[in-house]
């Protein structure tokens, strides 16, 4: 899990990849990873991470305004990435996606 503290966004006609916006994320100025949002009626990539740890998110394009309005209203928040189901996520909790509490 990563924490974040800003992102700049950029919104294209549909580019070469099929990506509608690109939510670009940082912390204390270093790059993160970037949430990737695809046309509705495309297929979505599956999301990802490097060998260096950058998370490289993808959604539809219908989540993008959600996205926008987490990272205007919510503090602190992470992107998370889950390498055995190859899931990824923003989020307003360190806490991974799907743990329980015991």
């Known amino acids: ?5 800003t992102g700049s966004m950029h919104y294209n006609e549909e580019n070469s990849y099929g990506q509608t916006a690109v ?3 940082y912390k204390s ?3 993160k990873g970037s949430l ?22 993808r959604f539809n394009e219908a ?3 959600n996205m926008v309005e987490t990272l205007r209203q919510e503090k602190p928040l992470y992107i998370g ?6 899931w ?5 909790s360190n806490e991974p996606i799907g743990e329980e509490e015991t």
Not at 1 to 5: E, F, G, L, V, W
Not at 88 to 92: F, I, P, R
């Open 36 to 57: 990737y949002f695809y046309k509705d009626s495309a297929s979505v990539p599956t999301s990802s991470k490097t060998g260096s740890g950058y998370l490289y998110l």
């Open 1 to 5: 899990m990563k924490s974040i503290h």
């Open 23 to 25: 939510i670009n994320c």
């Open 29 to 31: 100025g270093v790059y």
């Open 63 to 65: 989540r993008v305004q």
């Open 81 to 86: 990435f889950n390498d055995s189901n190859l």
């Open 88 to 92: 990824g996520w923003l989020s307003t």
